[in-house]
């Protein structure tokens, strides 16, 4: 059920793996809605989500920021990747059919909220991703060798925005014809130039979906 909490509805889901919650702005015409999913420890708070989230409002967006069902039960610890992915997609479901019918969705999110955006990008019907500090490489561990979440990247068909810190300590991937990755100064916490983020994000998003889109 939505609950008004002064001026963002909190609307809650019960996925397949808990409650999840999405907090959605007060209803406005919208051309497009972005949907942005959090970080493994983080919340939906994040500066480069909040630079973000001004820069989709200033285009007309309608933002919304999904806090996963371990957030909700009050984890820091994220549960596997299939859980995330069901509990993403099924809050999509339920806003898709409810709040965001018949806008253009873009979703993305920061480091492991971009993992799940990629990952789901087709299941949700997304037209493009914005990825916030993908976290390319995780941590060597002794014994093992190196690995790439690469893959999940080259997995999305649709258009890509990557905004990585030039110093992320988990790499920077690399562009291809469908995506654009932008560095800007700072480590995967992306707080060191939230002007360039919001600002890249606005282009991006003003080609993306035309003003001409008709809003609901």
């Not at 610890?77 to 995330?84: E, G, V």
Request: proline residues 9%; contains cysteine; charged residues 20%.
């Amino acid at each position: 059920m939505p609950a008004d909490t002064g001026r963002v509805t909190v609307v809650e889901t019960n996925t397949p793996h808990g409650l999840a919650r999405a907090h959605l702005p007060p209803s406005s015409e919208s051309r497009a809605a972005l949907v942005l999913g959090h970080g493994a420890a983080g919340g939906i708070e994040a500066p480069d989500l909040v630079a973000a989230t001004n820069a989709a409002l200033a285009e007309g967006f309608a933002v919304v920021h999904v806090e996963q069902p371990y957030r909700v039960a009050g984890r820091r610890s994220p549960a596997a990747a299939p859980q995330l992915d069901a509990a993403w997609i099924a809050v999509l479901e339920r806003l898709r059919a409810g709040e965001l019918t018949g806008l253009p969705l873009v979703v993305g999110g920061r480091s492991l909220g971009a993992r799940v955006a990629c990952r789901t990008a087709e299941a949700t019907g997304a037209i493009a991703v914005l990825c916030l500090a993908f976290p390319l490489e995780p941590p060597r561990r002794a014994g093992r060798p190196p690995t790439s979440r690469l893959p999940e990247l080259d997995g999305v068909t649709v258009p890509t925005l990557v905004i990585q810190g030039e110093r992320d300590r988990f790499g920077v991937p690399p562009s291809r014809s469908t995506r654009r990755v932008v560095k800007v100064r700072g480590d995967h916490g992306l707080k060191s130039d939230l002007e360039a983020i919001a600002s890249t994000v606005q282009a991006w998003l003003s080609r993306l979906v035309p003003e001409a889109t008709t809003p609901r």
